[in-house]
């Protein structure tokens, strides 16, 4: 947050400056849920695989021979309850994430998208104008965080 300060202090006002540091704060939010997400994807393929193969050697391979028999096996054992209620916990998180990120990424790319286009109105100066790109490509950098255009 401090880099912001430092090199927003070219010829911005204190309201450009408090837009800057919520669009950074939304864009952490975002990364957040982003990689909150990420792994519980693959939680949730790892224990789906492990559980499917829990299953294959337990319950479908010894009793292939009659399905009653498959049905009954996997409902006497409370390990395969257990393994299911706890595949449907991690899924569930994952949708859970997924919606978070998704708002997140909404917020973000409206305030963004706010910045992009008032960007007249908060650069109001001759010279502020012509060195908003420095602040622009500071934000690139330091956030990786685009205000060049509007598209991601």
């Not at 912001?4 to 010829?11: K, Y």
């Not at 399905?67 to 994952?94: C, D």
Request: glycine letters at 2%; proline letters at 1%.
């Amino acid at each position: 947050m401090e880099a912001i300060r430092t090199d927003v202090d070219q010829g911005t006002d204190e309201a450009t400056k408090v837009i800057l540091k919520n669009v950074v704060k939304r864009k952490k939010k975002y990364d957040h849920y982003k990689s909150r997400h990420f792994i519980s994807v693959y939680l949730t393929l790892g224990l789906a695989a492990v559980f499917l193969y829990y299953i294959y050697r337990t319950v479908l391979s010894p009793y292939s021979y009659s399905f009653y028999e498959m049905y009954e096996q996997f409902f006497v054992n409370p390990v395969n309850l257990l393994g299911t209620m706890i595949l449907a916990a991690v899924y569930g998180s994952m949708l859970y994430f997924k919606k978070k990120m998704d708002k997140a990424e909404k917020e973000f790319h409206a305030l963004r998208c706010e910045i992009v286009d008032r960007s007249k109105d908060l650069w109001k100066s001759e010279s502020a104008w012509k060195n908003r790109h420095v602040v622009f490509q500071k934000m690139k950098d330091l956030y990786d965080i685009n205000l060049f255009h509007e598209n991601k």
